[in-house]
T-cell receptor
């Protein structure tokens, strides 16, 4: 049973370009969470999605960032017109269900570097 | 707003030593607390999860305790090995406005180096 998969593992973009980060949850998991780890900072919650629905996007910047989790295919975190401050590691996690007893399993992360 | 602090930020010990990593959180209304390990350039590996009703959890050489009322947790590593070298992250679920039971709030981690 493969774990959470993220691709690409490393992504380099120039300022103003778009970044698309993909996350395939563990088999059978329908809950996906995105976290961002800025340099020298702890991981910060960005968004929580279920299939075809955004449940909580309170941690996501209001502009340039969007997330989706379609019925088929991976979850996508999209960053438009990237700036240097977007350089960070972006981690995706998935869980079988929602709730405090439901462990979130993390992927290896995508490291975004904006030049 | 929940805040998680980990002390020390970095720790270097000789192989074989027992050690304790500390985690504190500001809002005791948590559902659970989790310790993770993060290797350089890698993802997070869950080590131990303690529910709010529990006092401790053990896995091999690792023992995590939780004192919810005082907002503290410790991760005890016995007989440390060079392979234990990594960043250890503490994360709490809960204590956020809105009462969500899925948002994890992380500390910045403790960078552990075990010298052979």
């Amino acid at each position: 049973n493969a774990g959470v998969m993220q691709n690409p593992r490393h992504l380099v973009r120039r300022r103003g370009q778009e970044a698309r980060l993909r996350c395939s949850p563990m088999k059978g998991h329908s809950h996906v969470y995105w976290y961002r780890q800025l340099p020298e900072e702890g991981l910060k919650f960005m968004v929580y999605l279920q299939k075809e629905n955004i449940i909580d996007e309170s941690g996501m910047p209001k502009e340039r960032f969007s997330a989706e989790f379609p019925k088929e295919g991976p979850s996508i975190l999209r960053i438009q017109q990237v700036v240097r401050g977007d350089s960070a590691a972006y981690f995706c996690a998935s869980s079988l269900a929602r709730g405090p007893g439901k462990t979130q399993y993390f992927g290896p992360g995508t490291r975004l570097l904006v030049l | 707003k929940q805040e998680v602090t980990q002390i020390p930020a970095a720790l270097s010990v000789p192989e074989g030593e027992n050690l304790v990593l500390n985690c504190s959180f500001t809002d005791s209304a948590i559902y659970n607390l989790q310790w993770f390990r993060q290797d350089p350039g890698k993802g997070l590996t869950s080590l131990l999860l303690i529910q709010s009703s529990q006092r401790e959890q053990t896995s091999g050489r690792l023992n995590a305790s939780l004192d919810k009322s005082s907002g503290r947790s410790t991760l005890y590593i016995a007989a440390s090995q060079p392979g234990d070298s990594a960043t250890y992250l503490c994360a709490v679920n809960g204590g956020n406005s809105g009462g969500s039971n899925y948002k994890l709030t992380f500390g910045k981690g403790t960078l552990l180096t075990v010298n052979p």
